[in-house]
Each structure stands twice: as C-alpha cells, then as structure tokens.
Nanobody
Framework: QVQLVESGGGLVQAGGSLRLSCAAS????????MGWFRQAPGKEREFVAA????????YYADSVKGRFTISRDNAKNTVYLQMNSLKPEDTAAYFC????????????????WGQGTQVTVSS
C-alpha cells in the first residue's frame, strides 16, 4: 500500500523552473516504480516521466526531454520532478503515481495516485 502527496506547484513565467515533490507513505516504497503524469482541462492524462525502483532507468516524454529531470530519494520516500525552461504548454495538474513493477509510460498500468499539484506557466 502506498499513499502519495504532491507539492511544489505554482505560477511561473515562461522559461522559469519548478521542482515538484511527491512524498510517499508505505513500507515497500523502495520497490515501486514511480511516474509523473499531467492533465490539462479537457485533455487526456499524459505521461511525463518515470523512474525505476533503483533510479537507474528513467523515461521521458519527447515533449519534456532535456528540460525535465525525474529523481528519487528512497531514504526519504520521495520522488522529484525538476522542471526547467517551462513553457505555457506545460500548464496542467501534475500527478505522481506508483506501480509495484517495472516502470512504464502508460497511466492505466499504475496502481496508486496522488491528488495532484497545479502548474501554471504564463506567457
């Protein structure tokens, strides 16, 4: 069982940076793959980034590759999403997710979800 709580969202200017955090509870957090997804109003939930339980393997959507970095600190039960060079099209609610298996890029394969944190990028 894993419970996830996101934080770090806010309003930033285009070109700015934010770091999102996802704090997890659960005795088996370290064995879970973690992902970040985002959803804008009226849009489908979209994959952003994922990381394996050991942090060795990472995956990124083409739209954020080179700008976003996913990382995790298993000792703190926390996963991060560092977002640089933000664009207005990055505006969305961002959700972290956990999966008790190998990291994947499909939202339907994740078992646990946080409440989300809003990121708004102004132009």
């Amino acid at each position: 069982q894993v419970q996830l709580v996101e934080s770090g969202g806010g309003l930033v200017q285009a070109g700015g940076s934010l770091r999102l955090s996802c704090a997890a509870s659960g005795r088996t957090f370290s064995s879970y793959a973690m992902g970040w997804f985002r959803q804008a109003p009226g849009k489908e939930r979209e994959f952003v980034a994922a990381i394996s339980w050991g942090g060795v393997r990472t995956y990124y959507a083409d739209s954020v590759k080179g700008r976003f970095t996913i990382s995790r600190d298993n000792a703190k039960n926390t996963v991060y999403l560092q977002m640089n060079s933000l664009k207005p099209e990055d505006t969305a609610a961002y959700f972290c997710a956990a999966r008790n298996s190998v990291a994947v890029t499909t939202a339907t394969h994740y078992d646990y979800w946080g409440q989300g944190t809003q990121v708004t990028v102004s132009s």
